[in-house]
Each structure stands twice: as C-alpha cells, then as structure tokens.
C-alpha cells in the first residue's frame, strides 16, 4: 500500500530564505507526482507536475525533483515570500488505479 | 465557470440525516474525483469516475456513501444517515484524462452535530 511522508510538518522561515519541502514515497510504481498548495478554507491549487518519467519541474521560484527509485521528491522554493505562506502537499499518482495519494503536508509560514 | 464548483461551501447537518453534496466540473473534464480531507490531514481518495462511469469506489468508507455522475458532468456525493465522523471537508478535482494534471474545487466543509 502506498504510503506518503512529508518532512517537516511545519516551517517558519525569515523572508529570503531558501528553502526545501521533502516528499518520500514507498512504492515507485507511479505515474507522477504533483505539487500543490492549499490556503485555509480553500481548495488545492496546483504548483508542479512530474511525469514518471520526468526528473524535475521548474515555474518561476519553484523547481520540484523526482527520484523514482528512491521515493522521493523535493519542492525548492527560492527567495520565499510571506506571500507563500500556506500548506504545501505532495501527492503521487497510483499506476493502475489513477488516484492521488497524498502526504500530510508541510505548513510553511514566511515572516517578513 | 472556470473552475471547478462546489456547492454548498458548508453544510451543517444533524447526526442521522441525509446530506447532497454537488461537483461542478471543467467543462470537457473526462476524469472526476472525491475525496474527503479530515481537519490537520492530506486528502484521501473516495471515488473516481471516467465520464459516467464509476471506476473506482474502493475508499468508499460505508455503504452509507454514494455517487453518482449519471451524465457524465456533474456529480453527487450522497451520505446517507450521518455520523460525526463524517465531518470533513469534502474535494472534487477533474482532469481532461485520468493521467493528467487534476483541478480541485473549494471543496464543501460538511459538519455533523
């Protein structure tokens, strides 16, 4: 059964910072994976998509990696604004099945 | 819309009563999916469709759970005889095709008293 981890649960970073949202997966047989952001009382939006086949995505600040065979995935955020502040989640598409399944996510506020 | 709709945005209902809960979809959408997302947690997969077809029901929690897509747009989450473990927030996403990216909604906050 798939399983999604997302590390660190919740992030408190100064405005400018770097930083890095790590997604581990325990079966590799996926046919993507995808980023997305979700504000309070709102829905998912999305930020990043991998195929399996892919090894990275990049959309303005954001760059996401794939390493299939390691189950993981990482979202790099640069120069972060308070404006990114929200719960980022990871989700991995199930091959067969097509369904999402989702990590916990990480709460990430930027203070300015 | 351009986006994917949910209606309600709440709904309060009382333990044992019937609750509806609508999907507007993308237009074009082939691909529908629910899922019911517990306060502090990811999303979990409920249900998904493939124009009217349901494919996949296997996160269903109970027979108390239906939905139906019966022309292959809108679609209807139906739970029967609410309990308190029920109450979630409630997420609908669409996509052109099962393996493309998905659309979500703003989801209904259902919560049983």
């Known amino acids: 059964k798939q399983e999604v981890t997302q590390i660190p649960a919740a992030l408190s970073v100064p405005e400018g910072e770097n930083l890095v949202l790590n997604c581990s997966f325990t079966?590799?047989?996926?046919?993507?994976l995808q980023w997305f952001r979700q504000d309070p009382g709102k829905g998912l939006t999305s930020l990043l998509l991998i195929q399996s086949s892919q090894r990275e995505q990049t959309s303005g600040r954001l760059n996401a990696s794939l390493d299939k065979s390691s189950g993981r995935s990482t979202l790099y955020i640069a120069a972060s604004q308070p404006g990114d502040s929200a719960t980022y989640l990871c989700?991995?598409?199930?091959?067969?099945?097509?369904?999402?399944?989702f990590g916990t996510g990480t709460r990430l506020k930027v203070l300015a | 819309g351009a986006g994917v709709s949910q209606s309600p945005r709440y709904k309060v209902a009382k333990r044992g009563q019937d609750v509806a809960l609508r999907c507007d979809p993308i237009s074009g959408h082939v691909s529908l999916f629910w899922y019911q997302q517990a306060l502090g947690q990811g999303p979990e997969f409920l249900t998904y469709f493939q124009n009217e077809a349901q494919l996949d029901k296997s996160g269903l929690p109970s027979d108390r759970f239906f939905a139906e897509r019966p022309e292959g747009s809108v679609s209807t989450l139906k739970i029967q005889r609410t309990q308190q473990e029920d109450s979630a927030v409630y997420l609908c996403?669409?996509?052109?095709?099962?393996?493309?990216?998905?659309?979500f909604g703003d989801g209904t906050r259902l919560s049983i008293l």
């Open positions: 989700a991995v598409g199930d091959s067969g099945t097509y369904k999402y399944i």
């Open positions: 079966d590799s047989a996926i046919y993507n």
């Open positions: 996403a669409g996509g052109t095709n099962a393996d493309q990216p998905q659309h």
